[in-house]
Every structure is written in C-alpha cells, then in structure tokens.
C-alpha cells in the first residue's frame, strides 16, 4: 500500500491551491484520512481529516480557508486551500488508515504519502 501525495508549489498570498492524495494497493477499504504539515523549526501537526463518513476536522489556524474533500471511489483525499499565507508554508503529508486484507483477515494499518512543499510567498 502506497499513499501517493501531488500537488505543492509556489504560490502568491492570497492564492489557492490544491493537494491529492490517492492510496494505491491492495486495500479492502479507506478509514480515516487526513493532511498534516511541518514548517522549519516546527513539529509536525494535523491540518485536517476526514472519516469515511465524511466528517471533517480542521485545524483552528486553517478554519474557514481549508476544506477537505475525498472520492471514496478513488480512494482520493484532497486539500483544497484558499487565501494561502505565508504561515501555510510547510511540506505537507497526507495520511490515511487502510483496511488490508492479509490471509484472510482484515488489518488497519497507518500509512504516509511522501511529503509536497507548499511555499507561499510573493
């Protein structure tokens, strides 16, 4: 099972941008979801989740800015941000637990995708 993470760059103040995830491999479903990031000098914090049922959390500093959809089809989570600053920059990683079928029975296992930078300066 991999988590596979696109989407960082640079980008001005005030701009958007979008992240994808997508969870790839033998997988019988996919439980929780979320983002997380790490700025320089910083502990790696959660930005937002989401469960299979579709209930979100978000982190107070991205309230109002962030949302976090996912295709449950795909196996897709995204983060779509808006009216970015400069405190939003950080490699962000998504994360995701999956339900994986071994020998018959089923395990949840925690996994990451490999981290994308988000840089927003202007």
């Known amino acids: 099972v991999q988590l596979q993470a696109s989407g960082g760059g640079l980008v001005q103040p005030g701009g958007s941008l979008r992240l994808s995830c997508a969870a790839y491999?033998?997988?019988?479903?996919?439980?929780?979801m979320g983002w997380y990031r790490q700025a320089p000098g910083k502990q790696r914090e959660l930005v937002a989740s989401?469960?299979?049922?579709?209930?979100?959390n978000y982190a107070d500093s991205v309230k109002g800015r962030f949302t976090i959809p996912r295709d449950n089809a795909k196996n897709t989570v995204y983060l779509q941000m808006r009216r970015l600053e400069p405190e939003d920059t950080a490699v962000y990683y998504c994360?995701?637990?999956?339900?994986?079928?071994?020998?018959?029975?089923?395990?949840?296992?925690?996994?990451w995708g490999q981290g994308t930078l988000v840089t927003v300066s202007s």
């Open positions: 994360n995701a637990d999956c339900a994986v079928p071994t020998r018959g029975v089923i395990y949840v296992y925690n996994y």
């Open positions: 989401i469960t299979s049922g579709g209930s979100t």
């Open positions: 491999g033998s997988i019988a479903s996919v439980n929780n």
